[in-house]
């Protein structure tokens, strides 16, 4: 696996020139020479990645292959692997990766809060997929921070460029919602898989396999955990998270009402290592004991 630590060694792998900024470069597919040094090439890259794609592009991102279609765009976040192994075929030469240290936004609001745009640990095929006029949006964006990053630098230059970066992913987030809506009949289909998952993983489980977690369910579903979250949030009003502890809880509540079980024997059954645990989180969630609930019912 090769680690590319700077934007500099970055341009040299890809035959390009070097960057007009340290910390910040915009790479268009048409300028690539693309070399057999990183034909089948798993690459480190410590920066985050934001490429709008018109073609197909054979990579493989953790375990999913994706062709990209017209007007998609792909979020890495720094460290993430990245694993090459064709010669790309173009069909357009409007593609582009912009690409951005994570030093770059240090000691901004923007640094402070990257982490919140979940997108950029999202699996390939979770891919934005944009119309026609937030394709425009996007570049006429992209096209600003180029031209900041172009120029002269001068006391205003890194604060314009990191303002249009947060501009551009407050954009990608709006988006991002309208995918999730415009595909509500699948994501629906999706909320009723997910609570199957939870009922197969204690009908079918061993005991003392522990609580159901989001990476578990997000497998499960062929997703990543944030995106399975997301899509959950905007269809239901509850993550991933939320989701489970819910049916976490009705599952203890019908064991209280309907059995005659110990609170540790469904401390222990719904995967709590405690029976404490178990009823602190009860109590978080009913403001009452599962003693208590069990009294008053």
């Known amino acids: ?111 402070e809060k990257i982490k919140e745009y979940d997108f950029f640990y999202y699996d390939s095929f979770e891919s934005l997929h944009m119309s026609e006029q937030e394709n425009e949006i996007i570049n006429d964006i992209v096209k600003k921070v180029k031209y900041e990053y172009e120029l002269n630098l001068d006391k205003h230059s890194h604060a314009l460029i990191v303002s249009h970066l947060e501009v551009l992913l407050q954009y990608c987030n709006r988006f991002y919602e309208r995918q999730f ?29 522990g609580l159901p977690s989001v990476q578990y369910c997000a497998e499960c579903l062929n997703y990543s955990p944030k ?13 991933a998270q939320e989701h489970i502890h819910q049916f976490i809880l009705n599952r203890a509540k019908n064991k209280l009402l309907y059995s005659t079980e110990s609170i540790s024997e469904i401390a222990y059954d719904l995967g709590f290592d405690y029976p404490q645990s178990f009823t602190r989180f009860f109590k978080a969630k009913e403001k009452i004991t599962p003693n208590q609930f069990r009294m008053q019912n």
């Open 1 to 111: 696996m090769k680690q590319i630590r700077s934007l500099s060694e970055f341009h040299r792998l890809l035959g390009l020139g070097k960057p007009k900024h340290p910390l910040i470069s915009l790479i268009y597919d048409k300028d690539v020479q693309w070399s057999s040094e990183i034909e089948f090439e798993k690459l480190e890259l410590d920066f985050y990645i934001i490429s709008l794609k018109y073609h197909e592009q054979p990579m493989k991102y953790g375990r999913n292959f994706y062709d990209f279609e017209e007007g998609t765009l792909v979020f890495t976040a720094p460290n993430q692997i990245i694993e090459t192994f064709e010669k790309p075929s173009f069909t357009k030469d409007l593609g582009w990766a912009l690409i951005f240290k994570p030093e770059l936004i240090q000691s901004s609001v923007l640094g």
């Open 227 to 239: 995106y399975l979250s997301n899509l959950l949030k905007v269809e239901t009003g509850k993550n």
């Open 181 to 209: 809506l415009t595909r509500s009949p699948v994501n629906s289909d999706v909320l009723s898989k997910f609570e199957k998952i939870l009922s197969q993983f204690y009908s079918e489980n061993k005991e003392n396999s």
